[in-house]
């Protein structure tokens, strides 16, 4: 959901603290549910950098690394038309643990200047925190977001 300047989604997801913690800095397990490649440096100041579709690049660094509670990033894509520069804008991603097969996580995007980036990256991250959702537990993993049906989005349970 949009919320001010910010784009926030919370969900619980059915997996430890540690296993929700490992989908974003092993690139192996993050391209399972956001993009097709990725290079990771889960560091301060290390590199963040994934294809998301043929010819797509996301990119940035990461900021903050709390194993496995909090990671805080920075945003963008190589493609001048998406109108988000590489590292531009910040996804600041919080992981509290509800037992043992249960995680809240909570995501806030920020610095997505103008409405029509924060619409495009609302949409972006229900559909692939929903993906996210099916690679830990929940069924198949469609490749693409595209190809998520749409009766499988309301699994989000995010404040609204």
Same mark, same amino acid.
């Given at each position: 959901m949009i919320d001010g300047e910010s784009v926030v989604h919370e969900l619980v997801l059915p997996a430890s603290v540690e296993e929700?913690?490992?989908m974003f800095v092993d690139p192996a397990l993050l391209i399972t549910w956001i993009g097709i490649t990725a290079e990771?440096?889960?560091r301060p100041g290390g590199r963040?950098?994934?294809?998301v579709m043929p010819g797509q690049h996301c990119e940035g660094s990461f900021v903050?690394?709390?194993?496995?509670?909090r990671l805080v990033f920075t945003w963008g894509w190589t493609e001048p038309d998406m109108g988000v520069p590489p590292g531009s804008s910040t996804v600041d991603v919080t992981l509290s643990s509800l037992d043992r097969t249960q995680t809240r996580l909570r995501l806030v995007h920020? *610095?997505?200047?103008?409405?029509? /980036?924060?619409? +495009?990256?609302? !949409?972006?991250w229900n559909r692939f925190l929903s993906?996210?959702?099916?690679?830990?537990?929940? *069924?198949?993993?469609?490749?693409? /977001?595209?190809? +998520?049906?749409? !009766?499988?989005?309301p699994i989000l349970t995010r404040d609204e």
């Open positions: 929700v913690f490992a990771l440096e889960p963040f950098r994934f294809e903050t690394v709390e194993p496995p509670h920020t *610095g997505l200047d103008g409405g029509a /980036p924060r619409h +495009l990256h609302d !949409d972006g993906r996210l959702h099916a690679a830990l537990g929940d *069924g198949p993993t469609p490749k693409y /977001p595209s190809e +998520l049906p749409a !009766d499988r989005l």
